[in-house]
Nanobody
């Protein structure tokens, strides 16, 4: 079982920035569609940013222009750069890596344990 470990969360004032990292225990991101999700108390988990194994990115409307997802396959790490943070961004952020059936036969769906992001007003 591959492990995903998120880091970089913390407490920041509105308008500030944080950079989240998701490190994998194996070289899987080259064959994965990777996403950053977040879940606030009492809310459903939502997709924030997504990047395919081919490098195509997509973002939730609420974070477009503020968040950037990127990947470094040589370091087995996916990043989420978060700028102009708002209190509404407060949540636990989770990293997910799911097999891309175009490039891999075996199916997998890995999740990290999450990192807390708190934005004060």
């Amino acid at each position: 079982q591959v492990r995903l470990v998120e880091s970089g969360g913390g407490l920041v004032q509105a308008g500030g920035s944080l950079r989240l990292s998701c490190a994998a225990s194996g070289s899987i991101f080259s064959i994965s569609n990777t996403g950053w999700y977040r879940q606030a108390p009492g809310k459903e988990r939502e997709l924030v940013a997504h990047i395919t194994s081919g490098g195509i990115t997509n973002y939730a409307d609420s974070v477009k222009g503020r968040f950037t997802i990127s990947r470094d396959n040589t370091k087995n790490t996916v990043y989420l750069q978060m700028n102009s943070l708002k209190p509404e961004d407060t949540a636990v952020y989770y990293c997910n890596a799911k097999s891309n059936p175009v490039v891999v036969i075996g199916k997998f769906d890995y999740w990290g344990q999450g990192t807390q992001v708190t934005v004060s007003s």
